[in-house]
């Protein structure tokens, strides 16, 4: 069996180079067909009807008219009469025709008779929602009652932070054409090529085996793109229906924006004790959330510092007539560190202590105290603490106040299971395959390093195929476990076809098959360059053969082989100036300090972090679900209102990754998640120590800032 | 109520020469070319590209002029094609990312700059960055790295590529004319 241990860092030639994306040009000058982009021959376009109540009942629906429209092929209903509805833009119907305004005019002619019911939509005043409020049951560690009778310091915040949308820029839908002889060819957008068959399969109830997908690039996802989800099942159909023509449906924005990919909620009442040296000893949450209609949505607190010895938490998730919440880029932790960070921050506020010296003061309280030592003071020193950290209010006397402020984050991130095959072909050929899915991340860039480092060759010279289930199968692109699996399954592969190639070319050489390397597009004698084959000429000694060995990335025997593993820490902080006149918070910097493995391509990770943190910076200053009370809607479901930072917005990002030998030899880590969760924690800290006082509910938009600074928020 | 108020009158009153409401053929300069293409008058020039021509760099995202996925590039100047009627759009000159980002196989410069500076993720935006960018350099061949935030303030990206395509727009601004500014 090969040795699948990655070389040493200093002996790489392709992993840890800071190469270009490998479909960056394709991407860039528009070439790239994702499969929005997709125009099949007969081809028919799909419109959606979504309820506009937030609980209602169908008590009718007559399809008649839209079926009779001119170009209209067929009318699924997936909400008939009876059906209790429990959000506004839930799906109703889906019509296909031979255009998408046909597809579109037919909808208004679907009458449909609604019983409409009383609905909750907020759940940021718990007192108002209590009967659909469900307490999780009161968690106690240690002795709250007498840590606070012992407490010399005692800090109490209320702190809340909306749902935010997805808003993938590719909304989700998918081209499905379903034929007469049983077979559903699916062109979706999705972070799930291999299962995403087997979920189709089961909802159109045909073999997996007739099910073949298909998707070369997809247009965003951050956890929300998994499923075939209605307007999958019902292309399918609708494709039935019309005699296997292909049917598209993606979602408009405006429903896209409500019903596509929410995250929850999380408000919280918290209780910070502390001794006077700072150890913090006791916390106390009452915390409530909404994950929409079916619930979910708790965020792990106290966060990152889990030690605190005395704890007393009570948690409600709260059910209201809101689209379902879908697995957000770090699923709950941005929220728990917000709700953390804040309130140590207002802890170190009110013992007048540098809230620098409060985070180091009680790392031990975390579970890994070297890590997040390093990496505070590391941040510090990067983000000019001393020069520019004063205490909280204490920001000169003009409108404009600048402030600092800290956010943590920690993540597993190991590899999920992965099998890759490589085809060693004689004409010199290479071929990786995975049924994996590039989120943007930079996954097949990262597959032909590993590939050619492995090979002893350069990217150029690997062809990495991925996003179809003719290719063996890999995992879900979440979690960040997809760097990990496939480039742990990648090394098994070529390596065990490598081995293959030796063994056929080993005679030619005259030594044994264990004797030979391949180095810089040569088969050699190990340490012989003089006894060498090329690349070419090696592979041509395989006849008409052509090798195809796979090799398998399996997570519980990751941690033996130490090709990848999990858990990394990471500290931000931010650099923000606050104009108290309009309430405007300006991003000055944001320095990220992030823990990291085996870095294949450090030009791609340190990409994700940049993303993460604007992310983050969208989701502090500007993003937020509104939904109006009476009509349970969402009021700003487009993207005029529901805010993105552009180019301007960001301020300047400082990105240090901790790659060293010591960090490389735990193996690959996934660096999607970890780096999108302090952010919001940092700008909220900075605010509170630019303007003197609490924003309590981000975003931190000039109304709450103005509305906090005028003692108008709670 | 006075008649041409009503609904009647109003019809019986549209002008000689108006086109629609079904498909009518119109002919678009698209990248040089002249077109036929049939289309409805309500149908924008972002749909007809996208599901007539099958030009499909520019991408449908918010469809209501906000995000500039969309942009192309109409007598030279950078518009969002979800907010022109594509009948509206003829006798006019219509450049697509496909009509200059690649020559021959090789990269436009900002395509280049997009790709050395990582200034993509899921890639969703950047044909329409690329597009703006093109525009923007066009006319601001010099730029400073504070032009460029507010040259390029009408799209919008997701994944946050926005560090890279700051970088990308200065680099390209380079190669293209050999500025010194950047």
Known sequence: MPEYRWPEMSKRKVMGKRLNRLDGVEKASGRAKYSSDLNKPGMLHGATLVCPYAHARVKSIDTSAAEKHPGVTGVHVVSPAGTEIQWAHWEVAFVAAETELAARDALKKIKVEYEVLPHVVHEKDLNKVQSRAKAAGEQIEGDPDQALKEAAVVSEGFYGIPVLEHSCLEPHGNVVSWTPDNKVELNPTTQAVTSIRGDMARAVNVPVANVHVHQDHIGGGFGSKFQPDRWGVAAAHLSKAAGGRPVKIFLDRQIEQVIAGCRPSAFARIKLAANKEGKITLWESQSWATGGFTGGGSPPIPYVYTRIPNQRKNHSAVSTNTAPIRAWRAPNHPQASYLTCAAMDDLAAKMKMDPLELFLKNVDLTARADTYERQLKKAAEMAEWKKLWHPRGDSGRGPLKRGLGIGVCTWGGAGHDSTARCNIHPDGTVEVELGSQDLGTGTRTVIAQVAAESLGLRVNDIRVKIGDTNYPPSGTSGGSTTVGGVSSSTRKATLNALEKLFEEVAPALGAPATELEAVDGKIQVKGNPAKSLDWKAACAKLGVKTISETGQNIPRDAPKEGLNTGGVGGVQIADVTVDVETGIVKMNRIVAVQDCGTVINPKTAESQIYGAIIMSICGALMEERVLDAVTGRMLNNEMEFYKLAGIKDVGEILVHLEIDEINDKRGVIGLGEPPAIGGIAAIANAVANAIGVRVPIVPMTPMNVLNTLSGRMS | ?182
């Open chain 2, 1 to 182: 109520m006075a008649p041409a108020l009503l609904e009647q009158p109003a019809q019986a009153q549209t002008p000689a020469g108006v086109l629609g409401p079904g498909a009518v053929p119109v002919t678009l300069t698209i990248n040089g070319k002249p077109m036929k293409v049939s289309v409805e008058p309500r149908e924008t020039l972002l749909d007809v590209l996208r599901n007539k021509l099958d030009l499909t760099g520019a991408k449908r995202v918010c469809d209501r002029g906000t995000c500039g996925a969309c942009s192309v590039l109409v007598n030279g100047k950078v518009m969002y094609a979800c907010t022109i009627l594509a009948i509206d759009a003829q006798g006019k000159q219509i450049t697509t990312v496909e009509g200059f980002a690649l020559s021959g196989g090789r990269p436009h410069p900002v395509v280049q700059a997009f790709v050395n500076h990582d200034a993509q993720q899921c890639g969703y935006c950047t044909p329409g960055f690329v597009v703006a960018a093109k525009a923007f350099l066009d006319s601001n061949p010099n730029p400073t790295y504070e032009q460029v935030k507010d040259g390029l303030g009408g799209n919008l990206c997701r994944c946050g590529t926005y560090i890279g395509i700051r970088q990308a727009v200065l680099e390209a601004a380079k190669t293209m004319k050999g500025g010194s500014n950047a």
